[in-house]
């Protein structure tokens, strides 16, 4: 039983808490190439909040994390089979909600601990932002970070050697043998400026992958999957411990 995991814990132990910072996982449920089972960013995320969480608790920060968001937005994933889209507009109401009571219970502090591309925050935390002046509203992407070239050889961006590895190391069961893996090839843009990316336009999901997959993952290993994960939850506790001591009041120097 884990004190920061709400799913975990219980009335007695909360009666009297007072946390500084919530963290809201929030995944998607959708297919991951042939190979990978569509709850693979929930799995993403429980896995790597719960253990962010451990090490910013270890250090001494009051953090709560609830349960994953199980839906994300597919809104390009609309003709593949059971990809269950939430529109942004729930996401907002569904945030709304959850920051409401936050915001009444004097938790001024939240970090939607993101694990899906198609989910945007931007300007769903603006919005709320406004609505809640005393909350302090962040998101995290660490699917994003930087670093991923010292630890895979192929990255891409959807069910790639890096979702692969990581599901390798946290869930090998769920993940069907080498001779399944597609390739994860994507067709790109034929109009450049997409693909250069300083213009978007949603990507018809159906029409750019054959397999549901972006990005090859056939070099995945378990090793390369528990050298990411250890890596991304020191670099996520230190982010979790550092919102949680922080003054809202007092963020820029
Ligand atoms: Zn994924």
Not at 37 to 55: G, H, M, N, Q, R
Request: charged share 25%; aromatic share 12%; with cysteine.
């Amino acid at each position: 039983m884990r004190p920061y995991i709400l799913g975990e814990t219980n009335w007695k132990a909360l009666k009297d808490a007072q946390f500084e910072l919530a963290v809201l996982p929030w995944g998607a449920t959708e297919a991951h190439n042939y190979h990978l089972p569509y709850a693979t960013d929930v799995i993403e995320s429980d896995f790597l909040a719960a253990e962010s969480a451990k090490i910013a608790w270890n250090k001494g920060a009051k953090v709560i994390v609830f349960p994953t968001i199980p839906f994300g937005v597919n809104t390009g994933q609309s003709d593949i089979y059971l990809d269950i889209n939430l529109n942004p507009s729930t996401q907002y109401a569904i945030l709304n909600d959850v920051i409401d009571t936050l915001n009444r219970q004097g938790i001024h502090k939240l970090l939607v601990f993101n694990s899906h591309g198609g989910n945007n925050w931007k300007s769903i935390v603006r919005e709320l932002g406004l609505k809640f002046p005393s909350m302090f509203i962040c998101v995290s992407n660490w699917f994003k970070w930087p670093d991923k070239s010292n630890y895979f050889d192929e990255i891409g961006d959807h069910a790639d050697e890096v979702e692969t590895s990581l599901m390798l190391y946290l869930k090998p069961d769920f993940v069907l043998p080498k001779e399944n893996w597609g390739s994860g090839k994507e067709k790109t843009h034929k109009i450049k400026a997409f693909s250069e990316g300083w213009a978007w336009a949603e990507r018809k999901w159906s029409q750019i992958s054959e397999d549901t997959g972006v990005g090859n993952p056939e070099l995945a290993t378990k090793e390369k999957g528990e050298r990411f994960f250890k890596a991304i939850s020191n670099k996520m506790g230190n982010l979790l411990y550092d919102i949680s001591k922080a003054d809202i009041n007092d963020l820029y120097e």
